[in-house]
């Protein structure tokens, strides 16, 4: 969830990566053009940068592994979860919310995390910073002549917004 957060993805792009998609010495996930919803027809792989806060949320989440391949497999089958896996978070999420006196999150769903993200990212950096993070496509002149990744753009900005969440995350943390 906590990468979600942060990185904005598609929850497919987590449930079809794998392992060796992380690069953690270049600090780059990839991911690759058949994982995401653009790569189709750009055939273009996603660049993301790890942040070093990342990596230990990265290397946990990885031995979890039930194949050794994939980042997350399901449990029971030892295979890829399904996409469905993910709707039941937010019910699970308010449940968490209500039994810590909380106020449960109406009407919510994962993808909403994107748009959470790129709503706040835009005080870090520019637009189309902004829609690369998203892996949304460039417009179609922009796209075919820029070619820089832009990771150090996005790095600044998952920097930023890494340290936004925890501000707010503080409030839910246990003291110390």
């Known amino acids: 969830m906590w990468l979600a957060a942060v990185w904005g993805f598609r929850m497919s792009e987590l449930r079809l990566a794998k392992i060796s998609d992380f690069d953690m010495e270049k600090r780059v996930w990839t991911v690759p053009p058949e994982n995401h919803k ?3 027809k750009t055939k273009r792989a996603l660049k993301r940068p790890i942040l070093e806060e990342m990596v230990p949320l990265i290397t946990e ?3 979890f592994s039930d194949d050794g391949i994939h980042l997350y497999t399901a449990e029971r089958t030892r295979t890829v979860a399904v996409g469905f896996f993910w ?3 937010p019910r699970r999420i308010n449940l968490w919310l209500e039994k810590h006196g909380e106020v449960p999150i109406a009407h919510w769903t994962l993808h909403d995390l994107r748009t959470t993200l790129r709503t706040n990212i835009a005080r870090f950096t ?3 910073v902004c829609e690369i993070m998203l892996g949304h496509n460039l417009p179609l ?5 820029d070619q820089y990744d832009y990771l150090k753009e996005q790095t600044e900005a998952y920097q930023a917004w890494w340290e936004e969440l925890q501000r707010i995350g503080k409030r839910y943390l246990p003291p110390g």
């Open 38 to 40: 653009n790569g189709r």
């Open 61 to 63: 989440l990885a031995t």
């Open 87 to 89: 709707g039941a978070w």
């Open 126 to 128: 520019p637009p189309h």
């Open 141 to 145: 002149i922009w796209r075919t002549y």
